[in-house]
């Protein structure tokens, strides 16, 4: 049986990738160019829109956890990201083009992948397999389709990029690079302020104009990426406690640490170019100018991309999926990525991964087997399968999802970091013991 693969973003081209490799002829559609989005700017596969960072590659922590488990159970487009990685402390972060590139080509090298670029405007449930990886900019009439199919309206939130500055443009004089609490190499720049800058940068981002919204757009944002002058109306020092948090930045010149530091971390292999990090915002071009001037060592940046604001749709998995990412209702149609609940690079590459095996198993006339909840892919999935439809809504990994310790171990081990080892050393265990069950099940058949 064929298997109908819709999105050429992250989830998309890992499903597709996952399935061709256990035998099965996919075809993979994408509407770019023929139609484009309006935060996209090219038709490469697997286009990175707001940062290129993967998250933490430090050890024990929820981020690597996933990570790990993706690459034990093979996932091509982590490869890929390993293979495209620019230097970011403790970070997996990517060259943007040299990661489109890789996926590309490896969708290229699969016979059994055939690659369409048209945009897929109705869902037939009979109709054989489909995985939806449309993603958070889900056209029009695929929108339409999916809330038809799901029987309610979709919910959608608002997203935000952050802005990317030429290096030539950056004033080395008055930066200095680092890595928070010197972890990693010191591979970030580093904008550090006074508190009299600090609060003059405040007092502009709060009198900043911002993007009109069209009448029937409702600013929703999500909570996880808000806006950086949405932010700075919570507070005084809301932004000093986060993306521009101090802690652990030791300026090496003057051995203190500054009232507010901008860190920027590198977008490409050949280090040209810089994206301010946490600085998603909805300002007018020419106010982001104006504003992000005003930051030590940015006073003459040349901006290559300013930040813009999209919006974001999902459905309501909770209500809408089963564990192994099916609708309830219509079990050939699978979900994965963004559009499933889901929110992250890498999250998104991991429930592409999953729906690749779960619909690869069932096309080939077997059963899928859910991967455990004690592991990370299988607490994001539970969370988004799970969660209380009323409170829904889309997460990252974090060892909040995680299955808890046992309460004789919570009560023995106070320290938390010993605890979050276990559960990564619990959670691997589960996953390699998963995987080998997957595989003796396949080669049964």
């Known amino acids: 049986m064929k298997l109908r693969v819709i999105g050429g973003g992250l989830a998309g081209p890992e499903a597709a990738l996952i399935a061709a490799r256990m035998g099965v002829e996919v075809d993979l559609y994408e509407m770019r160019p023929q139609r484009s989005t309006p935060a996209h700017q090219t038709a490469n596969f697997g286009e990175l829109v707001c940062s290129n960072s993967l998250k933490s590659e430090s050890e024990n922590t929820a981020p690597w956890l996933l990570k790990q488990e993706m690459r034990r159970a093979g996932s091509p487009l982590l490869e890929c990201a390993d293979a495209s990685a620019v230097p970011a402390g403790h970070a997996l972060a990517v060259d943007r083009v040299e990661f489109s590139r890789l996926i590309s080509e490896r969708i290229a090298a699969e016979p059994r992948i055939r690659v369409h670029r048209e945009e897929v405007t109705r869902l037939d449930p009979g109709d054989g397999l489909t995985i939806i990886a449309s993603g958070p900019l889900t056209s029009d009439a695929l929108s339409q389709e999916i809330a038809r199919l799901t029987g309610s309206d979709q919910l959608a939130f608002y997203d935000s990029i952050s802005p990317i500055v030429d290096a030539d443009s950056i004033d080395r004089d008055r930066v200095y690079m680092a890595a928070r609490y010197d972890k990693g190499t010191a591979d970030y720049i580093n904008c550090p302020m006074s508190q009299a800058e600090y609060e003059a940068f405040h007092d502009a981002l709060l009198s900043a104009e911002s993007v009109e919204a069209r009448d029937w757009e409702k600013l929703d944002y999500f909570e996880g990426c808000l806006p950086i002058e949405e932010l700075a109306r919570r507070g005084r020092d809301t932004l000093r406690f986060g993306p ?140 988004i399968t799970q969660a209380d439809p009323k409170r829904f809504q889309p997460a990252n990994i974090t060892f909040d999802l995680l299955e808890p310790l046992d309460e004789a171990t919570r009560r023995r081990i106070r320290d938390k970091r010993e605890r979050h080892r276990l559960q990564c050393e619990h959670a691997l265990a589960a996953m390699d013991e998963w995987l080998a069950s997957c595989a003796a099940v396949q080669s049964a058949h």
């Open 244 to 383: 521009m948090k101090p802690v652990g930045l030791r300026d090496p010149r003057t051995g203190k640490t500054p009232w507010a530091v901008v860190q920027l971390r590198c977008e490409n292999l050949r280090a040209d170019s810089w994206n301010l990090v946490g600085f998603q915002n909805h300002m007018k071009f020419g106010e982001q100018a104006r504003i992000f001037r005003m930051i030590p060592g940015l006073e003459n940046a040349k901006f290559l991309r300013y930040g813009q604001i999209h919006r974001n749709t999902y459905i309501h998995a909770p209500r809408v999926l089963t564990p192994i990412l099916q609708m309830r209702d219509h079990p050939g149609i699978f979900f994965a990525g963004q559009i499933s609940g889901v929110e992250g690079y890498t999250e998104s590459i991991a429930t592409g991964l999953l729906a690749g095996l779960y619909a690869a198993s069932l096309a080939q006339g077997g059963t899928p087997v859910p991967v455990p909840r004690s592991t990370a892919l299988g607490s994001l999935i539970h969370y």
